[in-house]
């Protein structure tokens, strides 16, 4: 009796629907690899300083489930994704709508192996997580890349972001809310595109709400996804490949990697099982 849409809102564009579709349809064959990718020109964020918060920030609050920190004054309102404490730099922040996509069109829930490479390369600042980072999933018969570098605008495709998949007969390159399809020619073969409007997907969230189903983002997919972008910093983190078992996506045999499972909660904040 409940409906959760998590907001990965690409799942609603029509465009986007229509390419997976031709995925599963066979477009280009058997599909054997993805990669979803994120570029930017983010600024350094300095060296911040401690002191007492801004008078309109209830700060306690704005911390939430995070144990309580002083405030700084490089933090709010973007900068808190590159601190571990309360973030979960680019690959929770952008990648996790591409990543989502490629696990949708390749029709996979949870993988074998992670790994994660790179580091913070750019600027001498107080960020802590990546800013030059390639993630790598391996599944079943398949896999997915992601690679995001956050001070360099160039992207694959000619896209600062996207997506692109791989298959036996061609691939299939997702452009904005459309998609291009592609030969082994390299030549293109088919495209399709449509809005990428955000009200497509509170109205699916309110049409299941008033009639039933589940939304294009039911909680349980956005977990799955998001689970892909914990096991990427996972793996950063502790510098090294995790073996994941696939069919709950949990960690296998790595205890120091297993203690960043779960986060440190602060009191009256926890959660329960």
């Known amino acids: 009796q409940r409906a959760v849409q998590v907001g990965t809102q ?26 979803a990718w994120y570029n930017n020109q983010r600024p350094s964020i300095g060296h911040g300083k401690t002191g007492a918060p801004p008078a309109w920030l209830d700060f306690d609050l704005w911390q939430g489930p995070a144990p309580a920190r002083p405030f700084r004054d490089n933090l709010v309102h973007y900068n808190w994704h590159w601190f571990w404490h309360w973030g979960t730099g680019e690959l929770g922040n952008n990648g996790v709508h591409g990543i989502d996509i490629c696990r949708w069109g390749l029709g996979v829930d949870y993988p074998r192996r992670v790994t994660s490479a790179g580091g913070k390369y750019r600027w001498d600042d107080d960020q802590e997580t990546p800013d030059t980072q390639v ?11 992601w690679e995001g570098r956050s001070w360099s605008p160039r992207g694959f495709e000619g896209d600062t972001f996207g997506m692109s998949f791989y298959g036996e007969q061609g691939s299939l390159v997702v452009r904005d809310a459309g998609y291009k399809i592609y030969d082994l020619k390299n030549r293109e073969t088919a495209a399709g595109g449509g ?24 909680i349980e997919e956005g ?5 892909l972008c914990h096991l ?3 793996s950063q983190r502790v510098g090294r490949a995790l073996t994941i078992d696939p069919k709950t996506g949990r960690i296998v045999d790595d205890a120091e990697a297993q203690k960043l499972w779960r986060r440190e909660y602060q009191a009256g904040w ?4």
């Open 10 to 35: 690409r799942r609603s564009y029509p465009g986007i629907i229509e390419a997976v579709e031709k995925l599963r349809a066979g477009a280009i064959g058997k599909v054997l690899f993805a990669r």
């Open 135 to 145: 993630a790598t999933f391996e599944f079943d018969g398949c896999s997915l890349v």
């Open 195 to 218: 809005s990428g409007a955000e009200g497509q997907h509170f109205a699916n969230f309110v049409d299941c709400i008033r009639n039933g189903g589940r939304p294009h983002a039911d």
């Open 223 to 227: 977990h799955k996804t998001t689970l």
């Open 232 to 234: 990427g910093n996972i």
């Open 270 to 273: 926890e959660v329960e099982g």
